[in-house]
């Protein structure tokens, strides 16, 4: 992976836009270059842009960098700008990107929440993703984490620094940090609960399995049961067969009783069948015999039914027929009076159609002619239609006042037009639209101007207020120096007086420790101390030493108190002195923006001579926005004027038209009342009415004629039927037709009572089988029950079952012993199983926990960061052989101390503890690692670009320049580009190529790419 190019705005303390392009020269050539600059100018920020814009985190923040990150840390957005962005254009095994992170200020002051977008190059085609699944995105194309990262490309080798100089604890403590290798850790602490978790598992098996087992039978106890519950079941089994035979008795009694009773409902219902069939013969037979007398003549008396009823409907389908000859007989003649008097003159009552064709040939030639002065008309009035835009409108329902009001408008706007010349004599009115624009232009420069005025203005006051507050600042600061002075003076007059007292003190305490030997001293017997033989003191009473103690408390909480005052005044001072270096570094902002607004008003006002600015631009403004409106004005009427002049022969033929159109329509009303649109219709109406109701009469003349002859046939007809239908009945006792119509049922009528009566002999039929049925039954179950009584049935019944009830009980409680007996045994078999296998799974953990696991994850983590430590050593043994040949690294032995060690080559392997190692030995022994370390985390992913920070510094120029060559050589071997953050002015001499940060005035810095 490979930096190719970082572009980034107001980022920390670089403000503005900034470029680093490591494709083009002098860096694409270099290889290795030095990012320099003084402390806080903002180093590290390029690697904080990089980092920024690919993973939206930074090195120096734990967490990603949101709105309210930036909002609560005051970090990345440049002090008093709107808005940053941090992007980078890299390559990798999959392509070329540009990644990109940004945030903005909203118009109400609020920030926006972060953006975040990354687009494959060089189509520049944005990915489609979320802003949070750039990182991701980013990831997947390096090979590497925030983390990899950062410990592959930004080599801190002021890390590894403090682990070479930490004790074992320490040190595995730092290598954890550096390396992130903290699962370790926690895969120790997972094994152990697994472990614990298994353990747990297994003694409730153990327990559980123990419970059922106790709760087992004995082998003798089982026997018994077994052979007790045996008896019991052949015992039941005998009781069950003979419960079965008396039941079957039982059964047997029961339902002879119950055929008894259904025989004697059977008799019951043979006298209702009989009483039912005695009433139906008495009111329904006689019509069911009259009926089938009449049968043999059915088809006669049907055919003459059916004969008389078509009579009845021929006889009224003739009278329709002459009411609709009388009706349309009716209608003709009133559609003829309807035709003479829409005709008039043109009537023929011969010729009836041909006067209607007379008159519609008359109308329609009118019809012409004033459609003809119709479309004359619309078309004046179409032309006349674009003056609508200028307020006159041509209504065709009020011509006159339409062409008045046309007449009125051209006079209107002539003696408008000529006031507007007066007004607008300053205006060349010839070339109206340029000068038009030429006001649009001036307007449009007082628009920018006058915010631009308001701007200064309140600039003025800001920098005014700016001013007195440095003032005010200039002013504290004169006074402080003297307040902290005398605060300082103070200060040490109370330090010489708490030191004094503390002698005192001290003094006291020391005679005091004296006292005890000075009540043994006896007068004539020499001191222990002097050899005085006079103790003139030895029974004098001491000053107590509590009073020193207490005066000392007290000095010290005056010293303690002017201690705070000084304190307080030297904080203020510094305050002070850094908000007055704020305020001026602000006023000088202000200042260069009030120089930016005086230029750009004096732009805008350049074209305005200096009387016109003096009137203020306010009235200036009003005064051409006034001028303009009236020259739009009189633009607005001359157009108009022009267009009435040019409608002049419009306005004349659209009146002409008018009055000859009116003419024809007079001459139209005196033939035809009505409207245009209805003559049509009427005529067509009429004419069609005429035709139509002829047609009826002829087409209704015809049927009569029709219907007249069927009905002469239907009669002949009907009369020959009636005779031999006469003579076929009388033998029957009928002399009418119509009496034996009446006798004779319908065929449904005759069907149904039909079917009751013979339902009612076949269910008489049924009723005796089966009241013989049941009595021969009745007799052969009798002679099965051995003739026993119910009573003596029930006794014998009820001494069984409850014999049976007692035994079952007893079955019963074996029953659910031996079931639990077997239950509990196949739960002892299945949890044994259980614990066989849960101890076989569980071996696992148990030799995990074994080897790795403990509650803190402190054995595991031990022994893994040993062999990354080992591993750590290995690859910076590699760098440290292209730095330095002396040096090797190598872990301590069991005799050495817990310091890692350093074997010099030069001397005969000697070993010694890192701890001896000079500031310039430790740098080498730590870049080593930091190398290392970038190439552990990159095993699997190529990096191309790297950046060490500081410790050039301890290096003596003979080593730094080894260093550097060693540095060199990687570059070229691997064509990385390796980047050197410092401020070691031999580097600087040594490297040509620089990305230089130079710091401002006012606090900001400025990045420029020297080569």
């Not at 696992?844 to 430590?869: E, H, S």
Request: proline content about 2%; aromatic content about 6%.
């Amino acid at each position: 992976m490979k930096i190719n190019k970082v572009r980034f705005k107001n980022i920390n303390s670089l403000r503005g836009e900034h470029t680093v392009d490591f494709t083009t020269a002098p860096l694409n050539g270099a290889g290795l270059f030095a990012i320099t600059g003084p402390t806080g100018s903002g180093k590290t920020t390029l690697l904080d842009v990089i980092c920024l814009a690919l993973f939206s985190r930074v090195p120096r923040i734990a967490k990603p960098i949101t709105k309210s990150v930036v909002i609560d840390s005051g970090a990345i957005l440049t002090r008093n700008t709107q808005d940053c962005y941090a992007e980078v254009e890299y390559e990798c095994k999959k392509g070329v990107f540009r990644s990109k992170w940004e945030i903005s200020t909203a118009r109400t002051g609020n920030l926006r929440d972060y953006d975040m977008f990354v687009s494959e190059l060089p189509n520049d085609k944005i990915i489609d993703a979320k802003k949070s699944e750039v990182p991701g995105i980013n990831e997947q194309n390096i090979g590497l984490h925030f983390d990899q990262f950062v410990k592959s490309m930004m080599l801190a080798q002021g890390d590894f620094a403090k682990f070479l100089q930490s004790d074992k604890r320490e040190r595995s403590a730092l290598l954890e940090k550096i390396t992130g290798t903290n699962i370790y850790r926690e895969l120790g602490k997972k094994a152990f609960e697994k472990y614990r978790t298994h353990g747990l598992l297994l003694d409730d098996l153990r327990k559980e399995h123990q419970v059922f087992k106790d709760q087992l039978l004995d082998h003798e106890k089982k026997l018994a049961f077994e052979k007790e519950h045996s008896a019991l079941k052949a015992q039941i089994d005998n009781i069950e067969k003979e419960l079965k035979e008396l039941n079957n008795k039982k059964n047997l009694i029961l339902e002879v009783e119950k055929l008894e009773k259904e025989l004697e409902h059977l008799n019951d219902e043979k006298a209702t069948l009989d009483k039912k069939k005695k009433a139906f013969d008495a009111l329904e037979g006689e019509k069911i015999t009259k009926h089938e007398a009449l049968i043999p003549v059915a088809n006669d008396l049907n055919e003459w039914i059916k004969t008389n009823e078509k009579e009845n409907d021929l006889r009224l389908e003739l009278e329709q027929v002459e009411n609709a000859i009388t009706t349309v007989s009716d209608e003709i003649k009133i559609t003829n009076t309807s035709i003479k008097q829409l005709v008039g003159t043109d009537y023929n009552e011969k010729d009836i159609i041909g006067s209607i064709g007379c008159f519609q040939e008359k109308t329609n030639a009118l019809l012409t002619e004033m459609q003809e002065l119709r479309m004359t008309f619309t078309e004046a009035i179409g032309n006349l239609k674009p003056l609508k835009m200028h307020g006159v409108a041509f209504d065709p329902q009020d011509l006159n006042s339409s062409i008045e009001n046309y007449n009125n408008s051209k006079q209107k706007i002539e003696s408008e037009l000529t006031n507007l010349k007066t007004e607008l004599q300053s205006i060349e009115l010839n070339k109206m639209h340029e000068s038009l624009g030429w006001l649009d232009d001036r307007i449009e420069l007082l628009k920018n101007a006058i915010p631009l005025q308001g701007r200064s203005e309140e600039q003025n006051k800001r920098l005014e207020k700016l001013s007195t507050e440095i003032q005010n600042l200039n002013t504290q600061i004169e006074n402080l120096p003297k307040a902290i002075k005398d605060a300082k003076q103070a200060f040490e007059r109370q330090e010489r007086i708490v030191k004094l007292v503390d002698e005192k003190m001290i003094l006291s305490l020391r005679v005091a420790e004296l006292e005890t030997h000075r009540e043994h001293l006896k007068n004539g017997e020499p001191c222990p101390l002097c050899g005085a033989l006079e103790h003139p003191f030895a029974v004098e009473k001491q000053k107590e030493p509590t009073q020193f103690e207490k005066e000392l408390a007290e000095e010290k909480a005056k010293l303690s108190k002017f201690h705070s005052e000084l304190v307080k005044l030297e904080t203020e001072l510094s305050q002070t002195q850094n908000q007055l270096k704020n305020v001026q570094e602000e006023f000088e902002t202000e200042q260069e923006t009030l120089k930016q607004i005086a230029q750009q008003l004096d732009s805008a006002l350049q074209n305005f001579t200096s009387s016109e600015i003096d009137n203020g631009l306010e009235n200036l403004s009003d005064q051409l926005k006034n001028q303009r409106a009236k020259l739009q004005d009189y633009i607005n009427k001359s157009e108009k004027l022009l267009a009435l002049k040019n409608t002049t022969e419009d306005v004349k033929a659209l009146k002409e038209a008018f009055e000859k159109g009116m003419l024809k329509r007079q001459e139209f009303a005196a033939l035809y009342p009505k409207s245009e649109k209805e003559l049509a219709t009427d005529i067509q109406n009429l004419r069609d009415g005429w035709n139509s109701l002829n047609q009826q009469l002829k087409s209704q003349n015809e049927q009569l004629e029709k219907e007249q002859k069927a009905f002469s046939e239907i009669e002949k007809s009907k009369s020959l039927l009636s005779q031999k239908l006469i003579n076929e009945l009388k033998p029957l006792g009928y002399e009418r037709i119509e009496n034996a119509i009446e006798n004779r049922l319908s065929e449904s009528d005759f069907n149904q009572l039909k079917k009751i009566q013979s339902e009612l002999v076949q269910s008489l039929k049924l009723n005796a089988q089966a009241i013989a049925e049941r009595q021969r039954t009745i007799t052969e179950k009798r002679q099965l029950t051995d003739s026993l009584e119910l009573e003596t049935l029930n006794l014998k019944l009820e001494t069984l079952n409850s014999e049976k009830f007692d035994k079952s009980e007893t079955l019963n409680a074996l029953d659910r012993q031996l079931k639990n007996h077997k239950d509990n045994s196949a739960k002892v078999t299945e949890l044994q199983t259980q614990i066989i296998e849960a101890e076989k799974k569980g071996k696992q953990w148990v030799l995990l926990n074994q080897f790795i696991g403990d509650a803190t994850g402190n054995k595991f983590n031990q022994f893994a960061q040993d062999l990354t430590l080992s591993q750590l050593i290995v690859l910076a043994n590699r760098r440290l052989a292209g730095l330095n040949d002396r040096y090797l690294l190598d872990k301590a032995k069991d005799d050495e101390d817990d310091s890692l060690m350093v074997v010099d080559q030069h001397m005969g392997n000697e070993r010694r503890s890192v701890k001896t190692l000079s500031g310039g030995e430790t740098f080498l022994m730590s870049l080593s690692l930091a190398l290392a370390l970038s190439d552990l985390a990159s095993r699997n992913v190529e990096i191309n670009s790297l950046f060490i920070d500081e410790g050039f510094g301890t290096l003596d120029p003979e080593i730094l320049d080894q260093t550097l060559d060693t540095l060199e050589k990687l570059q070229s071997e691997g064509q990385k580009t390796i980047g050197i953050i410092s401020h070691v002015e031999a580097l600087k001499e040594r490297i040509n190529t620089q990305i230089k940060l130079v710091r401002n005035g006012q606090g900001f810095s400025t990045l420029e790419v020297q080569g």
